[in-house]
């Protein structure tokens, strides 16, 4: 992938978000993987938690961390799937501002080269909100590290070319500044 040497990294303040009903802050290893991963690349971990499988629960949990200033990524795992009580997709769905297709589709055209058919159960999504980026991926560490590996590492460094998300931060609120002038 295209590293721009030239530019600056620019460490991104982000939150991981685990919805599950069955494990704990002590068993989430798909959290942790993320924590991992994203403190490795330079970022800092702003917040995390630990949320069921209820649609409420979940969307309070982005509303939350969206108005927090100190929030510019949230990252999801769990409840993305096609049960009953995975319900992270609809959650999120309800704070989009706007959706962002190609990260669910790219993620299952990644996954797919690992697991075959079996990636059509994943809901994985992502989206806008309050200048906030938003992004949910299934509940397995192999998951969350195919998210980040392949796609969050990337689009979530300055320096990475042709483009990529942290430039466009500034840009994410325009519509608000437009409507105050």
């Known amino acids: 992938m295209p590293i721009d040497e030239k530019r600056t990294f620019v460490p991104v303040n982000i939150a991981v978000l685990t919805v599950s009903d069955t494990r704990t802050p002590a068993d989430d290893k798909s959290g942790q993987t993320l924590v991992d991963r994203l403190t490795a690349a330079g970022h800092r971990l702003a917040a995390r938690a630990l949320v069921r499988d209820e649609t409420s629960e979940i969307i309070d949990q982005l509303r939350r961390w969206i108005a927090d200033p100190g929030i510019e990524v949230v990252i999801a795992t769990g409840g993305t799937g096609v049960t009953g009580r995975d319900v992270t997709p609809e959650a999120f769905e309800a704070v989009y501002e706007k959706k962002i297709e190609g990260f669910g589709e790219l993620f299952r055209w990644i996954s797919y080269q690992k697991i075959a058919s079996a990636t059509i159960q994943s809901r994985a999504t992502a989206g806008v909100a309050g200048g906030t980026y938003l992004f949910a991926l299934p509940g397995s560490p192999g998951a969350c590290r195919d998210g980040w590996d392949e796609i969050l590492r990337y689009q979530l460094d300055y320096r990475f070319m042709p483009c990529n998300f942290v ?10 500044r437009r409507k105050a002038s």
């Open 167 to 176: 430039e466009l931060m500034p840009r994410l609120q325009e519509h608000l």
